[in-house]
């Protein structure tokens, strides 16, 4: 028997990223009224024309690595859903809000706006022969919410432990808690660390307030929910200190 062995071309088109541009004009809808109502720009700064979807997720984030864990939903409107942008040219897509009425605390959500493929086969390859076209497509992903007009954050240390790495090196894990109804982000977060005996008592060390290594960026705390960070040991403390009191 003679097998018939077919060539696969594999060919990848990549898009530049700052081809596609998107604006929300606000991150944070009311449940009903004017403001249930926000309007997405979308402009395709690149040299061709491209296909675009537009979709929500619900938003969770891992408490650990602050991973997004997004689930399809239908509680926005999105008009018009699909659009076709010819260069330089800009549409506004409206999303309104149609989920629940009420709402006790605030909810997070993922709008994305995503890049199809318009790239079609060859014509010209030989008929044995198959074309793969792999796009490397645009997608943005923009922040929203949704809350009830009275929303508010609340957010504190609910643990710090000392813990070692694979290395037996001390490090202090924190456990932030936001109880509030609304999501905060927290800028270059100071903290303050006083150092205890293994009785919980507190030592004669003074307590240091800094801003630590991994709090200098951005950490979003959606409402009702935990972050846990892990941090250096602090230089200042010695041997003795096998405890840690912290607090914002």
Request: charged share 25%.
């Amino acid at each position: 028997m003679i097998s018939k062995i077919c060539g696969i071309m594999i060919v990848i088109l990549a898009l530049p990223c700052l081809g596609l541009r998107v604006e929300l004009s606000n991150d944070t809808f009311a449940t009903s009224g004017r403001s249930a109502n926000r309007n997405l720009f979308i402009t395709n700064n690149s040299e061709k024309m491209i296909a675009l979807e537009v979709y929500a997720q619900s938003r969770q984030m891992d408490s650990i690595t602050g991973v997004d864990q997004l689930e399809d939903v239908e509680d926005f409107l999105i008009y018009p859903n699909q659009l076709l942008l010819q260069p330089d040219e800009q549409q506004v897509v409206t999303l309104t809000w149609v989920g629940a009425q009420t709402l006790s605390d605030e909810k997070a959500f993922r709008i994305i706006v995503e890049e199809l493929n318009l790239s079609l086969g060859d014509d010209e390859l030989a008929e044995d022969d198959m074309t793969v076209k792999l796009a490397a497509l645009t997608k943005v992903i923009k922040a929203a919410y949704v809350a009830p007009d009275d929303a508010k954050p609340n957010t504190y240390v609910i643990n710090s432990d000392v813990i070692e790495d694979q290395n037996n090196n001390k490090k202090i894990q924190l456990t932030f808690k936001n109880s509030g109804t609304a999501h905060e982000i927290l800028k270059q977060t100071p903290i303050k660390l006083t150092p205890l005996d293994d009785a919980g008592n507190k030592l004669n060390s003074k307590s240091i307030t800094y801003i630590p290594e991994e709090l200098r960026g951005v950490l979003n705390i959606l409402a009702k929910s935990q972050r846990v960070i892990t941090i250096d040991w602090p230089d200042q403390f010695s041997e003795g200190v096998v405890k840690v009191h912290a607090s914002l």
